[in-house]
């Protein structure tokens, strides 16, 4: 199962969005329709409510008087916090029981209005944000819901800015255009990255680019390392360390457009116990075989290590799991912090990666040519650190 949460701020078009996913296949769960539903009249949410805020929230028929609940707890925290603390448990398992009884090869839509100001992202495998610039929906909520000017920008104004919405963005989807524009943009999400996505998280699958395509620098790198380390944490549990390291997190540095990511454990053994499917269940699944990491300098036994890799076709990511303190934890965060810290010796790297990238284009042989650099590079590094006082 791929569970996908789903947001864009009021007006963007996130439910033609949720209804042509729907239309695809997906199994769409609707945030707001369940928040209605958990108050709706003879529920205990409704009851509850009333025996909080007395029953001048009811309108004539006994249902919710949404209006004069607001007028109650808008500007008051204590009221707003004491409504939260009812409906909120159960919209949550009033969601998980839909989630709970979709197909286990479904790809579950969690449209969610607020999933960004609540801090939901890290809970789904992909968050797709539906995007549009304020002037479109300022003309939308006029004219498909009769909003008056100064209430829309009101409403725009209560929920998170564009730039927020974006950082949790695995996805975004830019509705300015037409209706036909943005279905087959969904249309093309949909067939080539959730569909074999969600058969990779069910089947336990990896994405491992074969061949080795150095790009130019993305500024976007740590952001998107960002999003990934709070999916690791989430699956991970407790307070385990994560560290982007590797190449895209030395900036300005030309690299393969893989995330390269360290979780760091107590034990190999704990690596190998549950966590190893948490992480699988969140899109992280462990790349089969026997993995380590060459010691520097040469001679000594290998550096013991297991690898995950990302199921989603879109965002390849090498997962290591090392042990805490091991030499092959410390070095990868040396390397790092090394190469951030030395102009020339980023330079040197470049250099070798792009001769090597050019002779040796699959993955296997390029990393495996890289080691004699890194043996060297490897004394420098600790010159560095001893002149510096580096801890990692």
């Known amino acids: ?22 239309a695809l296949g997906a199994v769409v769960v ?12 003879g529920s205990e949410g409704l009851a509850e409510i009333v025996a909080t805020f007395s ?38 398992a009033r969601t998980a029981e839909l989630v709970a009884g979709a197909p286990s090869d479904a790809v579950v839509v969690n449209d969610v209005p607020l999933l960004v100001e609540v801090g939901l992202a890290p809970t789904y495998h992909l968050v797709l944000v539906v995007q549009a610039a304020v002037t479109t929906r300022l003309e939308r909520l006029a004219r498909d819901r009769g909003m008056d000017r100064a209430e829309a920008e009101r409403r725009i104004a209560a929920q ?39 058969r990779n998280v069910r089947e336990h699958h990896a994405v491992r680019p074969e061949r080795v395509v150095l790009t130019e620098p993305d500024p976007t790198w740590p952001q998107q390392y960002a999003r990934l380390a709070a999916r690791i944490r989430h699956a991970a549990g407790g307070d385990l360390r994560v560290d982007h390291i590797g190449s895209t997190a030395v900036p300005g540095l030309a690299a393969k457009d893989v995330i390269d990511i360290q979780l760091t454990v107590p034990s190999l053994a704990e690596a190998d116990g549950p966590l190893a499917d948490r992480l699988a269940d969140a899109g992280f699944p462990r790349v089969p075989g026997d993995w380590g990491d060459n010691p520097r300098p040469p001679g000594s036994r290998r550096w013991e290590k297991r690898l995950h890799g990302s199921a989603d076709p879109g965002r390849p990511v090498y997962l290591h799991v090392r042990e805490a303190d091991s030499p092959g934890w410390r070095y ?16 040197a790297y470049l250099e070798v990666k792009r001769e090597l990238a050019a002779s040796a284009p699959d993955s296997a042989t390029y990393g495996t040519l890289k080691d004699p650099w890194f043996d060297e590079e490897h004394l420098r590094a600790e010159e560095w650190a001893a002149q510096t006082g580096w801890r990692p």
């Open 1 to 22: 199962m791929l569970r996908v949460g789903l947001t864009g701020g009021i007006g963007s078009g996130k439910s033609a969005v949720s209804s042509r996913l729907a």
């Open 30 to 41: 609707d945030a707001d329709r369940i928040a209605r539903e958990v108050v709706a009249p």
């Open 55 to 92: 029953d001048r929230v009811l309108d004539a028929d006994g249902a919710l008087d949404r209006a004069a609940l607001g007028a109650v707890v808008f500007g008051d925290e204590a009221a707003r916090r004491r409504l939260e603390a009812i409906t909120h448990p159960r919209v949550r």
């Open 160 to 198: 998170a800015d564009d730039a927020r919405r974006q950082a949790a963005a695995d996805v975004l989807l830019d509705n300015d255009g037409t209706l036909a524009d943005l279905h087959a943009a969904v249309d093309t999400l949909w067939h080539e990255r959730l569909l074999p996505y969600e």
């Open 332 to 347: 990868a965060l040396l390397m790092r912090d090394h190469l951030r810290a030395d102009p020339g010796q980023r330079a």
